[in-house]
Nanobody
Framework: QVQLVESGGDSVQAGGSLRLSCRAS????????MGWFRQAPGKEREGVAA????????YYADSVKDRFTISQDNAKNTLYLQMNSLKPEDTAMYYC????????????????????WGQGTQVTVSS
C-alpha cells in the first residue's frame, strides 16, 4: 500500500521560507513523476513542482520558478519542496503526489486518480 506523508507546513510572514517534506512508503521510489500540488480555498488544485529523478527532469509552475526548489533524498524515500521568498498568494494546502503511471501532463492535469496523494500540509503566508 502506497503512503505519502507530508510535513513542514506552517504560518510564516511574506518573504520567509519553509521546507516541506513527503515521506513515501510502498512506492517504487524515483521510478516515476513525484511532485507537489497546492489548492487554495475556492481554487482548483494546481501542480507546483515535479521531479522524475531517473531521467533527471524537473518541472516548475511559472508562479514559483526561481523561488521553489524540488528535490529528493532517495536514501530516505523523501521528497522535499524548499520554498523561499514566500508570498501571501502561496497560501494553500500543499499535497505530495506520486504518479501511478504516465507522462508529466497526466500527472499534472489528471485525471487525478492517476496519482497517489498525501493528506496535505497547510502553508499560510501573511503580509
Amino acid at each position: 500500500q502506497v503512503q505519502l506523508v507530508e510535513s513542514g507546513g506552517d504560518s510564516v510572514q511574506a518573504g520567509g521560507s519553509l521546507r516541506l517534506s513527503c515521506r513515501a512508503s510502498g512506492y517504487t521510489y524515483n521510478r516515476g513523476w513525484m511532485g507537489w500540488f497546492r489548492q487554495a480555498p475556492g481554487k482548483e488544485r494546481e501542480g507546483v513542482a515535479a521531479i522524475y529523478s531517473d531521467i533527471g527532469s524537473t518541472y516548475y509552475a511559472d508562479s514559483v520558478k526561481d523561488r521553489f526548489t524540488i528535490s529528493q533524498d532517495n536514501a530516505k524515500n523523501t521528497l522535499y519542496l524548499q520554498m523561499n521568498s514566500l508570498k501571501p498568494e502561496d497560501t494553500a494546502m500543499y499535497y505530495c503526489a506520486a504518479a501511478k503511471r504516465g507522462v508529466l501532463a497526466t500527472f499534472l492535469r489528471g485525471p487525478y486518480t492517476n496519482n497517489y496523494w498525501g493528506q496535505g500540509t497547510q502553508v499560510t503566508v501573511s503580509s
